[in-house]
T-cell receptor, first 111, second 113 residues
Framework: AQSVTQPDIHITVSEGASLELRCNYS??????LFWYVQSPGQGLQLLLK??????LVQGIKGFEAEFKRSQSSFNLRKPSVHWSDAAEYFC?????????FGTGTLLAVQP | NAGVTQTPKFQVLKTGQSMTLQCAQD?????MSWYRQDPGMGLRLIHY???????DQGEVPNGYNVSRSTTEDFPLRLLSAAPSQTSVYFC????????????FGEGSRLTVL
């Protein structure tokens, strides 16, 4: 069964606009949740992670994500997108020594 | 520190050939893993290791072997390459398993003809 779902394959936003990337997970217990970013031709870099506690977590580069248990979601947000944010974004869930990734959302930023 | 180093960066194989993708990290991380990345499929876990001498299967282990004789190195072996193994391969390591940040190599692009 798919553990992580990213329903949006491709999103285009204008520079300066707000951004929300969706992530849903299917896992019984409260999972460890992550967002990673991949710039073209590069490996992945951790943006933020959630284990427990405050459901709104802050990350690098101005990103934040909110854990909603009732919706099994962990959406990534940014209030104002910069052209340098164009990349592919991956949500991931940790399950017993395995980090399982979603299929990714490719973000394009229009000038 | 070099971080996670993968070699080679590019490789072309013929069907049935064997090869080894090398991965080395200099951060004394116990946890290491291999992923493959294919368009539209994200990253899929092939094998992982929680320490020297310990390896286990991920989501897509068939056709791949691994070993972990030292903390630093985690090679991925393709014994008989198939076109379905054409992909970009990433090695990653972490100090504290999957609860910690994974540090990724730059990737190895493999084409099997």
């Amino acid at each position: 069964a798919q553990s992580v779902t990213q329903p949006d394959i491709h999103i285009t936003v204008s520079e300066g606009a707000s951004l929300e990337l969706r992530c849903n997970y299917s896992y019984g217990a409260t999972p460890y949740l992550f967002w990673y970013v991949q710039s073209p031709g590069q490996g992945l870099q951790l943006l933020l992670k959630y284990f427990s506690g405050d459901t709104l977590v802050q990350g690098i580069k101005g990103f934040e994500a909110e854990f909603k248990r009732s919706q099994s979601s962990f959406n990534l947000r940014k209030p104002s997108v910069h052209w340098s944010d164009a990349a592919e974004y991956f949500c991931a869930v940790a399950r017993t020594n395995k980090l399982i990734f979603g299929t990714g959302t490719l973000l394009a930023v229009q000038p | 520190n070099a971080g996670v180093t993968q070699t080679p960066k590019f490789q072309v194989l013929k069907t049935g050939q064997s090869m080894t993708l090398q991965c080395a990290q200099d951060m004394n991380h116990e946890y290491m893993s291999w992923y493959r990345q294919d368009p539209g499929m994200g990253l899929r876990l092939i094998h992982y290791s929680v320490g020297a001498g310990i390896t286990d299967q991920g989501e897509v282990p068939n056709g791949y072997n691994v070993s972990r004789s030292t903390t630093e190195d985690f090679p991925l072996r393709l014994l008989s390459a198939a076109p379905s193994q054409t992909s970009v391969y990433f090695c990653a390591s972490s100090y504290s398993g999957v609860s910690g940040e994974l540090f990724f190599g730059e990737g190895s692009r493999l084409t099997v003809l």
